[in-house]
């Protein structure tokens, strides 16, 4: 099969990076164009990259010369690790263009006629693209702690129907992006607020549990109250949850559910997609941060499923912030809405 030849815009960032050192072997994709800002357009990527990822990189990629935004693409598929201040604009231009844009970046993910999508979970909400005033699309994943989050709630609400969640994030301090946060504010220290971050977590996966209705999304009704840190961990994002449900329930049916979770799109062999969306592990002290590379950082880790005095059931969860929460949520994205026939829908 001759593989889609993508961009990537933010390409020097850290999930910019990351979307590198996943793409590099994709057996679908190949990296064709990278994009950043005008601080590091017109070099060969490895000179103007300052790059962090344990892989090296390939020559074919390493000698790819940076383009500026202003640079026309030719890719049709593009992924977007933009920064936040920047990506609003740039994706809507780029899909006015007719591209295809797989959006890391918050900017889009709240637009009634966009798609916010883990694959698991809501596959079916990719038609809203059809929906949108582009000639191109904007397809969107949430933000990492939502995504981890979401993850956990999802056979849990379709099941026991959720009421209230209340939920406390430990980031880790690649979420920040680079430079990101000065080493000395961040060692042996924990910053109690992240900007925007709860307000994000609160909403986001409300619209990825609702329901399609029609073109619209009817989103999932009850609150989410968070508490967001930033802690001294490079890569992985836990998370303590309290929840409480409609129906009856007991810890050990909250972890048969999560245990057989395997979502929509178990059968479609997409090349990131793990084999079990939740791993669950038994261990009194797991998960730990150190976990967060099982399933290639695809899957999300459970733990510590018991019962809560003040809501009803109380677990951990453990997620790879710039590969499930990120790139890798980006090209699971991308493989559905290839694997659906939808970007043939497109073209440049
Ligand atoms: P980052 O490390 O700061 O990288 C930002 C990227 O955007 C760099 O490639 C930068 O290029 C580029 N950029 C900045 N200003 C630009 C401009 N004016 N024109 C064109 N390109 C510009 O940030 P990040 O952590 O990778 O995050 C990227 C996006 O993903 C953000 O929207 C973030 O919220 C989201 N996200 C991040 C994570 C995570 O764990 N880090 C998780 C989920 C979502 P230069 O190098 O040339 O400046």
């Not at 017109?42 to 000698?63: F, M, Q, T």
């Not at 379709?158 to 994030?169: E, F, G, H, I, S």
């Not at 999932?220 to 967001?228: K, L, R, T």
Request: glycine share 8%.
């Amino acid at each position: 099969m001759k593989k889609i030849e993508v961009a990537i815009l933010g390409a020097t960032g850290t999930v910019g990076q990351k979307l590198v050192a996943l793409l590099e072997s994709h057996p679908w994709f190949s990296i064709a164009e990278l994009v950043a800002s005008e601080r590091s357009a017109g070099g060969p990527y490895d000179k103007v990259c300052h790059w962090r990822e344990n892989i090296p990189l390939s020559p074919s990629v390493a000698a790819l010369k940076v383009k500026n935004t202003d640079s026309p693409l030719n890719s049709l598929l593009l992924f977007s690790g933009l920064d936040s201040s920047v990506a609003g604009p740039l994706e809507e231009r780029y899909a006015h263009q007719g591209h295809v844009v797989i959006s890391n970046s918050k900017n889009h993910r709240m637009d009634s006629d966009v798609p916010l999508v883990i694959p698991e979970i809501n596959a079916s909400h990719l038609v809203l693209a059809r929906s949108q005033p582009y000639r191109g699309a904007i397809i969107t994943n949430a933000n990492c702690s939502s995504i981890f989050l979401t993850m956990a709630l999802a056979p849990l609400h379709q099941a026991l129907q959720v009421k209230k969640v209340m939920v406390t994030t430990m980031q880790a301090i690649s979420g920040a992006g680079y430079p990101g946060v000065p080493s000395l504010d961040i060692l042996g220290n924990v910053i109690p607020h992240i900007a925007g971050e709860e307000e994000k977590i609160a909403q986001e996966p409300l619209k990825i549990l609702g329901t399609l209705d029609g073109k619209s999304i009817s989103p999932a009704n009850f609150p989410i109250s968070v508490q967001c840190n930033r802690v001294p961990v490079l890569d992985g994002h836990t998370e303590s949850i309290s929840i409480a449900f409609a129906h009856h329930t007991s810890a050990a049916q909250v972890k048969e559910l999560l245990q057989g979770f395997r979502g929509e799109i178990a059968e479609m062999k997409l090349p990131s997609a793990p084999a079990a969306p939740l791993i669950v592990l038994e261990d009194i002290n797991r998960p730990q941060s150190r976990d967060v590379h099982r399933a290639q950082g695809m899957s999300a880790i459970v733990g510590r499923i018991r019962a809560c005095p003040v809501l009803d059931v109380r677990l951990v969860v453990l997620g790879h912030n710039t590969i499930r929460g990120a790139a890798g949520a980006a090209i699971l994205n991308a493989e559905l809405f290839h694997q659906l026939g939808m970007l043939d829908e497109y073209r440049l």
